[in-house]
């Protein structure tokens, strides 16, 4: 069989709604500084509410990823769950806007396309506080058989594992891919889902994944180590155990750290002029990886792209270029 | 009676949908560059699939207006007609995270909120198509008297003429301000605009208007003259006939001039650097010139801040102002 697409991703599928705002607003409402907290439907809308002026653009970590891919050059499909209200339409543009192909049926009636408020600080760190709605309601039947098995690696976020359903449908997709001799790569996402989730996670990481992506505090808050290097051992424990091939951990402004069994690269990062919003770093970091790994490029090639795509990214407000990516391939 | 604002606007409620395009895809779709189009839904909806990625911020000529004076310090009220729907929501949170006053009853039934597509050029010029939706149900009875009373000036658009019921609805807001001895500004809001509806409009100056803002383009289309000397000329002639007491005309990069009886003051801008995205400059123009004169300053500084809050929106993408403006008040 002909592989159709270089990455399949499957995600949440949110529109991000953000506003710059002063560090007290982030302790005010009770939010943790650059972590993502899951809000019901009236706390989110009491947020919004006293939330300054604001600006709308489709997000979704994966969603985000696959969304840099396409503007890469990649051919991409996504994965995930709206309503057929307005914001859906904007997220389901954006995806398609980019050449991603995404035709999961939208919801018709029930909650609401999710939403993210995000805080912007005048540090450019970004806090989140995500409304799931529609996107509980991801299960096994919108997992597309055809599409997962014939796309070189299906790219997961730890994200969905908030949610029961998409558990039962993550499931399904890794069983797909692998049947089709396809790779799985997965994102910790943030520190606090993988405190949510830790032991779900490792075993999934030890039986089923082969391409992983995490920031620093990730993958230490993963193997519960306030120290990096310990973290940086226990991945590639893993690693050398056959239970992931590869494992990169990105570093903000010191770039990202690449492991497989045997070798461990550090690749720096250009320094960035005038950083706006932190938003989507890690989520175009994987785009650029994965864009490499889709072309064959080494892997320290693919983290250098990584890098520079993150550091593109960082200059705008939101996780999705308003520029085409392609140029970024040298 | 206290005045409670100090600047009431009647205008058309849009939420922007603003993607970065060539110059190709302005003619290849019809449009005319740097101008506003009207479209009906079908045409909004396939002009949109054909967008790249995109950005939503909430928009319109007047309420972007309103939404830099409350920035500035202002006390504000907005009047305009959204749809109860997510756009609806938008736009009427971002009126109220400034501190705009918006009030008016929002529709639940009947056409979306209005819409407009933004093309931004690589010359970081606008080009745009509007779906007008919501807004063309904008009647007399939204008209609340005791807020136009209230409003030391209240601020109409020229866009407002392309709708019936809008007209009865301005009709109805001029006669209940001038009766409380308060001013009307008018923007004559588009050179398309200005040519579907000179005669009115030079009336409505003639008779009505106290504060006019115009730029190049759009009071030569007034008079019908290539020639900007000449409409200055027509437009000062205006003055002295005591049917217009100030006609502010901006000049992007060259500034803006500003016409009374008897004098004529150019106002040069400072060079702005990383110009983004044009849309909004006038608006936030009359923002800044409207802010000086509630607050009784001499027309050359309120026409120099109208300068500043016009070079400020143009570093950003969207009208709105993502940070305070009110340092810009020097």
Known sequence: ?????????????????????????????????GAMMLVDEMR????????GQTTACSGGSVANSLAGLASLGAKTAF?????????????????????TS????????????ASCLIYVTPDAQRTMATYIGACSHVSETDIDEDIIA?????????????????????RKAIRVAHDAKQRIAFTLSDTFCVDRHRAEFIELIANEVDILFANESEIKSLFQ???????????????????CDIVAVTRGEKGSIVLTDGSM??????????????????DLYAAGFLFGMSRGWKLAACAQLGNRCAGEIITQLGARSMKPLHTLVA
Chains 1, 2 share one sequence.
């Open 1 to 33: 069989m002909t592989t159709k697409f270089d990455v399949a991703g499957i995600g949440n599928a949110i529109v991000d709604v953000l506003a710059f705002a002063p560090d007290a607003t982030i302790s005010g409402h009770g939010l943790t500084k």
């Open 102 to 113: 995404f035709t999961t049926q939208p919801l018709e009636i029930g909650p609401a396309t």
């Open 265 to 282: 690269e550090e690749l720096p990062t250009e320094a960035v002029q005038n950083v706006v919003d932190t938003t989507g770093a890690g």
């Open 150 to 170: 014939a796309s070189a690696i299906t790219y997961i976020e730890g994200y969905l594992w908030d949610m029961d359903t998409a558990k039962a449908a993550i």
């Open 79 to 99: 994965i995930g769950k709206v309503r057929a209200d307005q914001l859906g339409q904007i997220f389901t543009h954006d995806m398609h806007a980019v050449g």
């Open 225 to 243: 180590t306030d120290h990096l290097q310990t973290a940086l051992t226990r991945a590639q424990g893993m690693c050398a155990n056959n239970q």
């Open 44 to 51: 989110s809308r009491e947020l919004y509410e006293l939330m």
